[in-house]
């Protein structure tokens, strides 16, 4: 059996008629979990898929705690969630989700804000916020993100980034058993 490591980026190639073979070839698919490279995914035991190569791409990383230092509106990389690039134009259908560890130290308000990015800049609506407005010692841990079409070029990254809103620590976007950070992109269409 070869073994491929795909540090943390998860590309799967389906055959052209993955449904009518899923039944009577399922005995050829590939399972593949790796959480020493944070890889988890099915492979085909073919190249053949849809009309330009790879349809899927997923991001699981291993299991982090990212301190949320920059205060809004000044982003930062969620560097623990790999960037990742589009393999080939058209439509994608793109969702993440983030889990958010929010202690409030005094009372008051604090928000994390998220966003996916590509080279030219903030992807319209792929914002996200979550945060509490309450006294001190409070906290919150919430798992929240978008879901959204957009069209994108051959070739361009996507990459997480954040800040936070209101006090001036206690914001952390967190990935583990309780609640998973990440990040899958789906080719759906060429194009509107």
Same mark, same amino acid.
């Given at each position: ?7 943390g980026?998860?590309l799967c190639?389906l055959p ?7 039944r $009577?070839?399922?005995?050829n698919a590939?399972?593949t979990i790796n959480?020493?490279?944070s *890889?988890? /995914?099915?492979?085909?035991p073919?190249t053949a /898929?849809?009309?330009?190569g790879?349809?899927?791409i997923?991001i699981i990383?291993?299991?982090f705690n990212?301190?949320? +230092?920059?205060?809004g509106?000044n982003?930062e990389s969620v ?6 690039t589009i393999p080939y134009?058209g439509v994608w259908?793109v969702?993440?989700n983030?889990?958010a +560890? ?5 009372q ?5 804000h998220?966003a996916?990015?590509?080279?030219a800049?903030?992807i319209s609506?792929? &914002?996200?916020?979550t945060?509490? +407005?309450?006294g001190a010692?409070?906290?919150l841990?919430t798992?929240?993100?978008q ?9 361009d990254t996507? &990459?997480l980034k954040?800040? $936070? *809103?209101?006090a001036?620590s206690?914001?952390?976007?967190? +990935?583990?058993?309780?609640g998973r950070?990440g *990040? ?9």
């Open positions: 059996m070869e073994t491929l490591s795909l540090a980026t998860f190639d052209a008629d993955w449904r009518a073979r899923s $009577r070839d399922a005995k590939r399972l959480a020493g490279h *890889v988890m /995914g099915m492979t085909s073919t /898929g849809s009309p330009q790879r349809s899927w997923q990383p291993n299991d990212h301190p949320v +230092n920059s205060a509106p982003y560097s623990e969630v790999p960037k990742f134009a259908l969702s993440y983030i889990r +560890n929010i202690g409030l130290p005094a008051g308000a604090l928000w994390i998220t996916l990015f590509t080279q800049g903030v609506g792929s &914002e996200a916020l945060g509490i +407005n309450a010692g409070h906290g841990q798992t929240s993100g879901t959204f079409l957009h069209v994108f070029a051959a070739g996507v &990459e954040t800040y $936070r *809103v209101g001036s206690g914001a952390s976007i967190l +990935n583990q058993g309780d950070t *990040v899958m992109a789906h080719w759906v269409s060429p194009g509107f």
